[in-house]
């Protein structure tokens, strides 16, 4: 009878102690859950600073755009290519906001097809959780438009190109948007059937990391439509050169052109150049998981910039009589601008070649 009750007193014992393990294991599992979901919570509020971050340096490119437009303007132009550029970024937010991004990007319910999306439209379908995307994708938007600024200054009536910002915005670069970037484009190179039904057979479609061709390619093709239909400058050339369908013929006078302000242009560069690390480094769209890949976005830009200029101004110098005397600032803040174009689409790839080793 003494060992029955030994063996149950024993045995309840044992009972209790599991149970006070139990209810220490799941105190201890239900603490390691409250921790992961603060840290989930810390990493989430992270990754929105990040790209809120980077957008806005995005659209300090604004300030940049300004600057180096006016001063390469004429003095008389300057305030009219100020006006453009500010009404452009409200334009564009207008545009974007209303049918731009839904065109780009559609709702988490609805990516659109191959083509175009269609749903989101004035963000009504968003849970408040993606508001950094529109932010980035807006400033993006914004940047693209005011490439054709520059590339019709002094020769085009401003409505004119006020209905141009809203077309681009509202359509041309968001159906280019989602063609690349839109889960369900055709170019897409993460899109559900891209490794058995790629765009082109055995290739991964296309890889734009930050917007070489989405972005400044569409913008500078715009660009390039609206030069040719303009024209140059009225006294640029001797002719039209085949340009300019409604421009009066000058009758063979050439007026060389100036930049009227070179601290402006140099400023406005400098600002832009800036602005690039939130334009590359921000398309990694999370910070959290991709800081390397960050880093060394922000080392291929600066070195693409620093090789653009060097490079241009040893043409400008070899080039422009008299031969290596004639120092002049505008060829390498062009190319600084070339190469940061050039290398925003390969910034998160590109590497230096480490030769191999042999045994």
């Given at each position: 009878m003494v060992l029955n009750n030994t063996t149950?007193?024993?045995?309840?014992?044992?009972?209790?102690?599991?149970?006070?393990?139990?209810?220490?294991?799941?105190?201890?599992?239900?603490a390691i859950a409250n921790e992961d979901a603060k840290i989930d919570a810390i990493l989430f509020d992270v990754n929105q600073h990040w790209m809120i971050f980077a957008g806005s340096l995005v659209f300090l490119m604004q300030a940049g755009f300004s600057l180096l437009e006016a001063g390469s303007v004429g003095a008389k132009n300057a305030t009219n290519?100020?006006?453009?550029?500010?009404?452009?970024?409200?334009?564009?937010?207008?545009?974007?906001?209303?049918?731009?991004?839904?065109?780009?990007?559609?709702?988490?319910?609805?990516?659109?097809?191959?083509?175009?999306?269609?749903?989101?439209?004035?963000?009504?379908?968003?849970d408040g959780t993606n508001f950094r995307s529109f932010l980035f994708q807006w400033a993006f938007a914004a940047t693209a438009a005011t490439i054709v600024s520059g590339a019709v200054a002094e020769r085009i009536k401003i409505q004119a190109y006020f209905i141009y910002s809203i077309v681009i915005t509202t359509f041309i670069y968001p159906v280019v948007v989602h063609w690349v970037w839109g889960d369900a484009g055709f170019m897409c190179s993460w899109h559900k059937k891209v490794d058995t039904e790629p765009f082109i057979a055995n290739s991964r479609n296309l890889i734009d990391f930050a917007g070489s061709g989405v972005v400044h390619l569409t913008g500078g093709i715009c660009a390039l439509v609206g030069a040719i239909f303009t024209g140059p400058r009225i006294g640029r050339f001797p002719d039209r050169r085949y340009c300019g369908c409604f421009q009066p013929d000058t009758g063979g006078k050439v007026i060389k052109h100036e930049a009227h302000n070179r601290v402006y242009a140099s400023l406005g560069v400098l600002i832009l150049w800036f602005g690039w690390y939130g334009f590359n480094g921000g398309s990694t769209l999370d910070i959290s998981g991709y800081g390397s890949v960050a880093s060394r976005v922000t080392v291929t830009t600066t070195l693409a910039a620093a090789t653009g200029a060097l490079t241009t101004m040893s043409v400008s110098l070899l080039t422009v009589e008299p031969i290596c005397e004639n120092y002049d600032v505008m060829a390498p803040l062009n190319g600084i601008l070339a190469g940061l174009v050039s290398i925003t689409a390969g910034c998160a790839v590109s590497r230096r070649r480490v030769p191999s080793v042999s045994a």
């Open positions: 149950t007193v024993t045995t309840v014992a044992a009972i209790t102690e599991a149970a006070q393990t139990d209810s220490a294991a799941s105190a201890v599992a239900v290519i100020l006006f453009k550029n500010l009404l452009d970024a409200c334009i564009s937010a207008f545009c974007f906001y209303g049918f731009g991004y839904a065109f780009a990007y559609g709702s988490a319910e609805s990516k659109g097809n191959i083509f175009i999306a269609h749903s989101n439209f004035f963000l009504m379908e968003e």
